[in-house]
């Protein structure tokens, strides 16, 4: 049994046993009060007192079970809310991180709609982190015209344009170079331009340097955290 469901099942228990206890003494003391004799009575009322005696006990024991539980319990809880943290932080790109993947690099102009196709290519290849020019794309990031040149979140972009990808290297790698795949199809669209993929065995992406601080969206509170 997990431990969050043993501490779950040992609440149910204490629960169960202070009913038990209640309802014996109740009904104890009805039974006491009726059709029995005073010998009848003592006799329960010992019986009584031995069988709340050995629930007492129990709790006890089952008390010290669950406080042994709650700081195992607890460090699980931390370690799962430090890993999803982490998880969120690096699909967030507010984290440096580290990777085998790919990188490209394209020797020539093209257009911001292109550029932003091929950043869309490698999110459906897998690609879990992505930069570039050393600048961290996220999700809200938007390629647009700077002039004769392109820009990414501000970050003014000049060829060879170089963007690097965390990802599966073969997977990504195979869905660009397929035929009729979208670097086939830019080279062919843009003469003269040249697009190299190379697989690496560890790439290491820089943290978004930018503000992309929600306005208006907010955490949806539950019943329970109201």
């Known amino acids: 049994m997990s431990r969050p469901g043993s501490i779950l099942h040992l609440t149910f228990v ?5 009913v038990l206890i209640v309802v014996q003494l109740r009904t104890t003391s009805r039974a006491a009060t009726t059709s029995l004799t005073p010998s009848d009575q003592t006799r329960v009322l010992a019986n009584l007192v031995e069988s709340n ?9 089952l008390e010290a079970t669950l406080a042994r539980l709650n700081p195992a319990d607890r460090a699980a809880s931390d370690a799962a809310l ?7 932080l690096v699909i967030s790109g507010r984290v440096e991180v580290s990777g085998p993947g790919v990188r490209l690099e394209i020797s020539g102009q093209i257009n911001p709609l292109d ?30 015209r700077n002039g004769p040149d392109l820009s990414i979140d501000g970050w003014r972009l000049t060829p060879p344009y170089v963007i690097e990808a965390i ?24 003469p003269g331009l040249k697009i190299t993929i190379e697989k690496r065995d560890n790439l290491i992406l820089p943290a978004y340097s930018g503000h992309d601080e929600p306005k208006l969206a907010a955490p949806l509170q539950t019943s329970g955290s109201r």
């Not at 050995?54 to 709790?59: C, G, P, Q, S, V």
């Not at 550029?115 to 938007?142: C, F, T, Y």
């Open 167 to 190: 990802g599966q290297p073969d997977t990504m790698q195979t869905a660009l170079l397929r035929r009729g795949g979208l670097v086939g199809l830019l080279e062919y669209a843009y």
């Open 115 to 144: 550029m932003q196709d091929l950043i869309n290519e490698l999110r459906n290849a897998g690609a879990e982190a992505i930069a570039i020019d050393r600048h961290r794309v996220i999700v809200r990031s938007v390629v647009s």
């Open 53 to 61: 005696a050995a629930l007492r006990d129990e709790i006890v024991e």
């Open 82 to 88: 430090a890993a999803e943290l982490a998880r969120l």
């Open 14 to 18: 204490f629960f169960v046993l202070g």
